[in-house]
């Protein structure tokens, strides 16, 4: 039994599930958009094709929305069901944005998805539009209540402790979905989920376009606009979120230095006025080795860390791991314990996620600029398409390593500051429990995502003339 | 107990009441994808009369649970994570039936078609059935410790009456169902739901006879509260006793309602019988009450606040929504 805990469990779980449902979240919030953006061309340009891109790409929104909603339930229901005591301790604050989410968004999100998907003849087109306007607006609250909870989880605001109840209260509502996280967790969150969805259709149009003689003229200009409003999308999707990518790390810099000093591997401090070169190095690899409490085998870019984290090629001062553990240890009075996060996959994930960024970023640029005019260059540089076809794919690694730097990055507490891990877990869960829900929950998950991509291959190979739209059974039959 | 506590455990039962009738029906016309349909134009059918809906209907539960976190933590916690195994299979339940209502359209093949129809059918019956079965063994008492939290072994969670409360919940969103399908369909599957609402009604009430008989024996519910639970179990029999009639008589919308009504006394019944307490406790020493289970007063303040303005113009929309899709699908035949 000693092979496994409870919290290992639980939070491998917790990060599972997480992640599982965060596939579908940005995907179907960026579909939302571009969809919404093709069929209003539609409706201003009256051309039959952006009616067609619409339908076509709706199919992928719509499949991307039925595994994301019961996903999300698990999310809901796993706080009380895993993490009691963490429920227990925060439910006055945390608990009213998730209901708030249900009844102001999530409402509107389902009942407006169920009005678009049945009504494409039934309504005139700018009504229709509306529809999915109204789905995509929601979705967006709907993740912005979500990550308000989150950001209080990351910068505790609003609260007084309630030693009789031993729980937190919430004090400022106002200033509970005004917290500073929430603007940068928020706009961060939305441009990742257009560059998803941009990179899902750029990516599943380059693989069409690579049998571009097969499809026909009308068929590989389709699938060209397609990837050229989805490219659009992507690119300014990708500025967006490294734009608001780095005023979060400048504001983490403060408040959870932890977590930026494992980002950028210091072990210990760096103080740029000490140093010849007036300047602090950026370490681009390494290897954290928790018993040395040493950041070794670096391949450090001198005057990067100044330019990335002070925005001057001068000057700065960050504090490494090793003092900020002794800081937090006199903080919270506990000199037995370690505050250092998992240093690696942090270091890592943020490689990878701050990496891939600049490479969707790119990515984009290129396919606009391959893609100009008659698109000859794209349709020609089939290595190009190959990789952009692979690149639907890359957004969700990214998107999974910014979840892991965040919640990893904040160990060892659920709250930040305030309440660890070790304490929120449910007193009565069991290892056998556990590993019965762990396995239930991948397999689950595997084939719901085995089944996910073969449907979208399925999808996309149909083609948008063989699409059967989502009709009700009479209007199949051709009654009025 | 303050004013604002009793308006949110009123609030949270009338979530989980409305829940149960909204996707109440469409459970019952998810069964029916096994029990009724025989041909691939009745699936279609059935899936079209609960297509645009059903994931709005849903989010009820969603909403019912977000609510039961924001008002009463201690009541969520001490409940979600002691009905851990029952929840889990829940859950489950409903990925794979939300899954498979989008799968089973992508699908060309009628091996895999009939494959993801089968899931919509058992998921359909399994989420009802356990939902049910938790409702059912949280008012009839757990092992509860002084901290809130739940030690239960195999027969806290599945007893006599914890079966018969599953059963019972299945059966009524069944009943539930075929009324739903009768108001939107045509042809065989009309006939067939005609049909086994003759048997249906009868299996009801004595179902209901049985549960009322067990709740009085088995658990404190009639003792604790006793003016409501003998007023709303008449209740109950009464308005199946309308709905069987209603439907003899072919008034199809008013079978629907009342039979949508039957779900939702039964969760006013449960929680009248739990009233003034959220959870009950072998040991009574620790059942979780109303009064000191709930969030601060200003969090229900603001929550309440948020509810008077957002639940209107939900229901509004969803309302229109309905109104919509009112139609019946004609059989081709």
Redesign the interface.
């Known amino acids: 039994m000693s092979l496994f805990s409870v919290l290992d469990l639980s939070r491998f779980q917790f990060a599972m599930t997480t992640i599982f449902h965060f596939f579908f979240v940005p995907l179907s919030i960026g579909t939302g958009l571009i969809v919404s953006i093709m069929e209003t061309l539609y409706v201003v340009k009256k051309d039959e094709m952006y009616k067609k891109m619409a339908r076509f790409w709706g199919?992928i929104f719509?499949?991307s929305?039925?595994?994301g909603?019961?996903?999300?339930?698990?999310q809901?229901?796993q706080?009380?069901?895993?993490w009691?005591?963490y429920?227990?301790f925060?439910?006055?604050?945390?608990?009213?944005p998730?209901?708030?989410?249900?009844?102001?968004a999530?409402?509107?999100e389902?009942?407006?998805?169920?009005?678009w998907?049945?009504?494409w003849d039934?309504f005139k087109p700018w009504v229709h539009a509306l529809f999915i306007w109204v789905t995509t607006f929601a979705s967006a609250i709907s993740a912005l209540w979500i990550l308000g909870a989150n950001s209080f989880m990351q910068n505790p605001v609003a609260f007084a402790i309630?030693g009789k109840?031993n729980?937190l209260?919430?004090?400022d509502?106002f200033q509970l979905i005004t917290n500073p996280q929430l603007g940068f967790e928020f706009s961060h969150v939305l441009f990742g989920a257009f560059v998803t969805a941009a990179f899902v259709i750029v990516g599943m149009s380059a693989f069409r376009l690579l049998k571009s003689e097969k499809l026909g003229a009308e068929l590989t200009l389709f699938y060209r606009k397609s990837l050229k409003i989805a490219a659009i999308v992507g690119l300014l999707g990708s500025l967006g979120s490294i734009a608001s990518g780095d005023a979060q790390t400048q504001f983490l810099m403060k408040q959870q230095p932890m977590k930026f000093a494992a980002m950028e591997g210091v072990d210990n401090t760096l103080d740029s006025s000490k140093r010849d070169d007036k300047a602090e190095p950026w370490t681009v690899i390494g290897f954290w080795n928790a018993k040395t409490h040493k950041f070794v085998g670096k391949i450090e870019v001198p005057y990067a860390l100044s330019i990335l984290g002070n925005h001057s090629l001068t000057g700065g001062k960050t504090v490494g791991m090793n003092e900020l553990n002794k800081q937090l240890q006199r903080e919270y009075g506990n000199q037995s314990k370690d505050y250092y996060v998992p240093v690696n996959t942090v270091f890592y994930s943020f490689r990878v996620m701050a990496g891939g960024a600049g490479l969707v970023f790119l990515l984009a640029i290129l396919a606009l600029y391959f893609n100009r005019k008659d698109g000859k260059q794209l349709l020609k540089y089939r290595w190009f398409l190959w990789i952009l076809g692979i690149a639907t794919y890359l957004p969700f690694v990214i998107n999974s390593a910014g979840w892991l730097i965040t919640e990893l990055g904040r160990y060892p507490w659920t709250v930040y500051g305030l309440f660890t891990t070790a304490d929120s877990v449910?007193?009565?869960?069991t290892v056998p429990?556990l590993l019965?829900?762990n396995g239930?929950f991948f397999l689950?998950f595997g084939l719901?995502g085995i089944?996910m991509i073969v449907?979208a291959r399925?999808?996309l190979h149909a083609g948008p003339d063989d699409v059967?739209y989502?009709t009700?059974?009479?209007d199949?039959?051709g009654?009025a | 107990m303050s004013e604002l506590q009793l308006l949110w455990f009123v609030l949270i039962g009338v979530l989980f009441a409305g829940f149960f009738f909204l996707e109440g029906y469409d459970f019952g016309v998810g069964m029916q994808f096994i029990t009724n349909a025989h041909t691939k134009e009745e699936r279609e059918q059935l899936y079209s009369s609960i297509g645009p809906n059903w994931d709005a209907n849903e989010v009820w539960l969603l909403t019912a649970g977000g609510a039961m976190f924001a008002s009463f933590p201690f009541w969520y916690a001490s409940l979600f994570s002691g009905f851990y195994i029952m929840l889990f299979i829940v859950l489950i339940a409903l990925i794979f039936r939300a899954a498979s209502f989008e799968f089973r359209d992508q699908v060309q093949k009628y091996v895999s078609q009939r494959a993801w129809e089968r899931t919509i059918g058992i998921s359909s019956f399994v989420a009802p059935f356990f939902l049910g079965m938790i409702f059912t063994a949280m008012v009839k008492g757990m092992p509860i410790d002084a901290h809130g939290d739940i030690y239960g072994g195999f027969f806290d969670y599945v007893n006599i009456y914890s079966l018969v409360g599953g059963v019972a919940v299945a059966l009524m969103s069944y009943i539930h169902g075929l009324n739903f399908t009768k108001l939107k369909v045509e042809g065989r599957l009309y006939d067939v739901a005609t049909k086994q609402l003759k048997f249906a009604y009868p299996l009801l009430i004595a179902g209901e006879a049985l549960f009322a008989v067990l709740t009085f024996f088995m658990t404190d519910l009639f003792q604790n509260n006793p003016v409501w639970e003998f007023i709303i179990c008449p209740v109950i029999v009464v308005t199946t006793l309308l709905s069987w009639f209603a439907s003899a008589k072919g008034k199809e919308g008013f079978a629907f309602v009342t039979s949508g009504l039957i779900l939702a006394e039964l969760v006013a019944f449960l929680f009248a019988g739990l009233f003034p307490r959220v959870m009950v406790g072998n040991n009574p020493k620790f059942s979780i009450l109303i009064e000191n289970a709930s969030s601060s007063t200003y969090t229900l303040q603001v929550m309440s606040i948020v509810v008077l303005i957002a639940l209107p113009i939900t229901l509004a929309y969803q309302i229109w929504s309905f109104v919509v899709f009112a139609r019946r699908f004609k059989s081709s035949k």
């Open positions: 199919k719509l499949l929305f039925a595994v909603v019961p996903t999300g339930i698990i809901e229901f706080f009380g069901m895993n009691s005591d429920s227990r925060v439910g006055d604050i945390f608990g009213a998730l209901a708030v989410e249900a009844l102001v999530f409402f509107a389902s009942t407006f998805i169920g009005l998907m049945f009504t039934r309630d109840m729980r209260k919430l004090v509502f449910s007193p009565n869960a429990g019965f829900t239930i689950a719901l089944a449907y399925r999808v059967e989502e009700l059974a009479k199949k039959k009654e």
